[in-house]
């Protein structure tokens, strides 16, 4: 019997394995202006508009809600107790938290459907490095507190203007 988590995580692994082959390249984007062609180097279709914002890292977490265990869903508010205590300390610039629906495969090879959150958070790229270790201490806790087998995660750089 396939399940609705198995579907979800599979689709999760799915998009992680393609965003991260797909990484180095989105770095690339991210250079100083004078390594990009310019209006003198480069036909006038080939520009782009002057970039705003600065240098930031996004990250995507993928939070399923079905236990593997079979034992009661998440809750909208389980899972916004665990954002109150485990991600807004380590990030208090703010975050944001999508509701989704979503599958993947588990580690049983059964597809798996689920009710999922998406936590978005943006911080500049000089502190990636820092931010690093927290967002895997997120990661854990919820894996832990919640019996789930993963959660994804998907990095992305990108420029934000706020």
């Known amino acids: 019997m396939i399940t609705n988590t198995t579907r979800t995580r599979l689709a999760v692994a799915t998009a992680s394995a393609l ?3 797909g990484a180095p390249a989105a770095y690339a984007t991210l250079t100083d202006a004078d390594t990009r062609p ?11 508009p002057t970039a705003r914002g600065a240098a930031y890292v996004e990250t995507r977490l993928l939070f399923g809600t079905e236990r593997p265990d079979g034992g009661p ?3 909208d508010g389980q899972f916004m107790d665990f954002v109150d205590r ?13 509701d989704g629906r979503g599958q993947w495969r588990d580690r049983n090879g059964v597809i798996e459907r689920e009710r999922s959150y998406e936590l ?11 931010a690093d270790p ?27 203007d706020f």
């Open 38 to 48: 310019t209006a003198a180097t480069a036909p006038a279709a080939l520009t782009a």
């Open 19 to 21: 965003l991260f082959a």
């Open 134 to 160: 927290g967002i895997e201490r997120i990661r854990d806790a919820y894996e832990k507190e919640f019996g789930q087998e993963s959660v994804a995660r998907l990095d992305e750089p990108t420029r934000a």
């Open 73 to 75: 869903a998440v809750t």
């Open 86 to 98: 485990q991600v807004t300390p380590a990030f208090p610039e703010g975050l944001t938290v999508q």
């Open 120 to 130: 978005i958070l943006l911080y500049p790229v000089g502190r990636a490095k820092a």
